[in-house]
């Protein structure tokens, strides 16, 4: 799985939503900058369905651990007091194992994904940011189901991007803490994604004027489906926990 599959609109469009970044660098004064790394245990429900195969997906935190192959998170962010710019990148290769009591009947699912979150946040409130985002997905999903000694397979890509809109809140709590609490919605551009949201919220420790820490709760879901016949696939997933992770500002 690599970017190379990305649309050259699209490609166009994420970079186009963060040429202001150049100018913030012009006025260092002015613009905060921050870099995130952040790990999280995931939950994941709802069904996927590859070809005529098809299982359905409710895997616990500790199944996700026990799944968890590879995953890297990482975020930054440039901001003034009127307008943010921000990318968020997420990679896991995740696997689940679904078998019967006897064993007579076992499903296998593997999924790569790779999302990356583009946000353009103005402030209209005092503590609230109105977000516009451009979400972009890319799975691959391997899936395996046994009925006695009756193997099928299926393997199938996908990419899209999604458009979202949204709000941050953010503000203090007392002390060196800080509570935020962001919402986005939002659907396809040009492709089978009929809904994807996205959830946050986390409370912040200041532990200095450089270094923070947070732990929260992350939620985001989609519903994408493409194609007919041997080649149809859909995934109408949420995948969601908690996290923890630090920040540093420059």
């Known amino acids: 799985m690599t970017l190379s599959r990305l649309s050259s609109w699209s490609v166009a469009v994420l970079l186009g939503a963060f040429a202001p970044l150049a100018q913030a660098q012009q006025d260092p004064g002015a613009w905060r900058q921050t870099a995130f790394l952040y790990g999280m245990g995931a939950m994941i429900e709802g069904d996927a369905?590859?070809?005529?195969?098809?299982?359905?997906?409710?895997?616990?935190?500790?199944?996700?651990?026990?799944s968890l192959k590879f995953g890297a998170m990482a975020a930054y962010k440039v901001q003034n007091d009127d307008w943010s710019f921000s990318g968020d990148l997420t990679y896991m290769n995740l696997g689940q194992d679904k078998r019967?009591?006897?064993?007579?009947?076992?499903?296998?699912?593997?999924?790569?994904?790779?999302?990356?979150?583009?946000?353009?946040?103005?402030?209209?409130?005092?503590?609230?940011?109105?977000?516009?985002?451009?979400?972009y997905f890319d799975l691959d999903a391997d899936l395996q189901v046994r009925l006695l000694q009756q193997v099928r397979t299926a393997s199938r890509s996908a990419n899209w991007v999604d458009?979202?809109?949204?709000?941050?809140?953010?503000a203090p709590v007392g002390g060196k803490w800080r509570f935020t609490l962001r919402g986005d919605i939002g659907g396809g551009i040009d492709s089978g994604s009929d809904l994807t949201?996205?959830?946050?919220?986390?409370?912040?420790?200041?532990?200095?004027?450089r270094f923070s820490w947070y732990a929260g709760y992350r939620a985001i879901a989609?519903?994408?489906?493409?194609g007919e016949g041997p080649n149809y696939q859909r995934y109408d997933l949420t995948q969601h926990g908690p996290g923890l992770g630090i920040a540093i500002s420059f």
Request: glycine share 4%; hydrophobic share 40%; charged share 20%.
């Open 163 to 170: 458009t979202l809109v949204g709000f941050n809140y953010d």
């Open 49 to 66: 369905q590859v070809g005529p195969l098809q299982v359905q997906v409710d895997s616990s935190l500790s199944d996700f651990f026990d």
């Open 100 to 135: 019967t009591d006897q064993d007579r009947a076992s499903a296998d699912l593997d999924i790569e994904q790779f999302t990356a979150m583009a946000t353009v946040g103005r402030r209209v409130l005092p503590h609230l940011e109105a977000l516009v985002s451009l979400a």
């Open 222 to 226: 989609y519903d994408y489906e493409d």
């Open 197 to 209: 949201w996205h959830a946050l919220t986390k409370f912040t420790y200041q532990q200095s004027e």
